[in-house]
């Protein structure tokens, strides 16, 4: 049961790590077609991978609590041994690295199956134990050495990195991507996870230094910066990247974390300021105009980051208005038609302090919009943000 673990996990990437350990069930409905498992008399386990089934049996092993609802399921039949494995062999078509593990568990399934029925929680949790340990220090393993010899609480942290970027099919960097198995950084699981939900341009690039670069995920961090770099339009990065399809540009602080995470890049990263070089292809060509993501028009023109960084300053210098793309229901139920309305600026004649919005939208993070017509409050934010934000200032 305990041997070769090692072994089955020596290839695994930590988008392949993702997989295996986690994905909340919106993510894995969306990638292989199946949710995550419902125990009875317990409910759903909170991830979909190995983690899901962890989090009970660390507390049910030291216990020997053998009247769990989890020991007493695991008796009754063999269906959370499959789920397990069955899910490891469809992942295997993105990851092929996960086939090796997979084969793993069916081995020591084939063998727990053989036991009495009141021995398969000893054996279900002896392997999952031995396969959660492996995978925690393979993912450790691939991360930098001051995470690797840091204390587990340092561990756990870094072990964010793994949960909240992996691969989903209708939520990627770009319209088309060259890899089956892309990775994007979820905004918060469960609920920010799919769709044009996921990648959110502040929450991507608040987390990006602790999630990416302290661990040493430069080559993620890096397709991040350049994927919403490539979106660029009005002077703005998305608030929603929504895959380079139809980006929404109703935040006037995801500019600012984007060009704070620039920085932090070329600061921690081998490339440093030749970072600055690299040419975009631009989903927008003339950074204004709408256009088709699968238009001969959409990635035809290129900028370098330098240009981007020189572009955003020169906008807000010059002034930003304009009326949001397809404004309306379709696009917000909640919001005001004066709400799709963005102007954005600088104060040069008092303090210099990047200044926008209006009473009817947000702009920033404390983006709750009022959504009660008893409460007469449709449409109204919970927290007007118009004005200097702090954040932004301090951005700036």
Request: aromatic fraction near 10%; charged fraction near 20%; charge should be negative.
């Amino acid at each position: 049961i305990r041997t070769c673990a090692d072994e089955a996990t020596a290839r695994l990437t930590l988008g392949a790590l993702n997989a295996v350990l986690y994905r909340c069930d919106a993510e894995e409905r969306d990638t292989i077609g199946e949710g995550v498992y419902d125990v009875p008399n317990l409910g759903t386990l909170a991830y979909c991978g190995i983690q899901g089934w962890y989090s009970h049996l660390k507390h049910i092993i030291p216990n020997n609590d053998l009247g769990h609802p989890l020991c007493g399921h695991l008796r009754q039949g063999y269906w959370a041994l499959d789920y397990v494995s069955g899910r490891l062999h469809k992942y295997s078509e993105y990851y092929p690295e996960i086939a090796p593990l997979a084969a793993w568990f069916e081995e020591r399934w084939a063998l727990v199956k053989r036991v009495p029925n009141f021995l398969v929680p000893r054996y279900f949790a002896l392997t999952m134990h031995t396969a959660y340990q492996a995978l925690v220090q393979r993912a450790l393993k691939l991360m930098p050495g001051k995470v690797v010899n840091s204390s587990r609480f340092t561990h756990e942290l870094a072990l964010t990195s793994v949960q909240l970027l992996g691969h989903v099919n209708s939520a990627g960097l770009r319209p088309i991507s060259e890899s089956k198995a892309d990775c994007s950084m979820s905004a918060g699981l469960p609920h920010f996870t799919t769709h044009h939900m996921r990648c959110w341009g502040r929450d991507v690039f608040i987390a990006l230094e602790g999630l990416l670069l302290s661990t040493g995920r430069f080559d993620e961090a890096r397709d991040h910066i350049i994927a919403f770099g490539s979106t660029l339009k009005h002077g703005l990065i998305p608030n929603l990247l929504d895959t380079g399809r139809f980006p929404r540009y109703n935040a006037r602080d995801a500019t600012w974390f984007w060009l704070q995470a620039v920085q932090a890049y070329c600061a921690h990263a081998p490339e440093g300021l030749d970072f600055m070089s690299v040419s975009v292809p631009r989903r927008f060509p003339d950074g204004e105009t709408f256009v088709e993501w699968d238009s001969d028009e959409a990635f035809s023109r290129s900028s370098t980051i330098a240009e981007l960084v020189h572009e955003i300053m020169e906008r807000h210098a010059r002034g930003i208005s304009f009326r949001e793309w397809n404004a309306g229901p379709a696009l917000d139920s909640q919001m005001r038609d004066e709400g799709f309305n963005v102007q954005i600026g600088v104060d040069f004649a008092s303090n210099g302090f990047v200044s926008g919005g209006n009473q009817w939208n947000c702009g920033t993070w404390m983006d709750k919009m009022g959504s009660s017509d008893k409460a007469g409050i449709r449409g109204v934010p919970a927290t007007p943000r118009d004005g200097a934000d702090v954040e932004i200032v301090g951005l700036q």
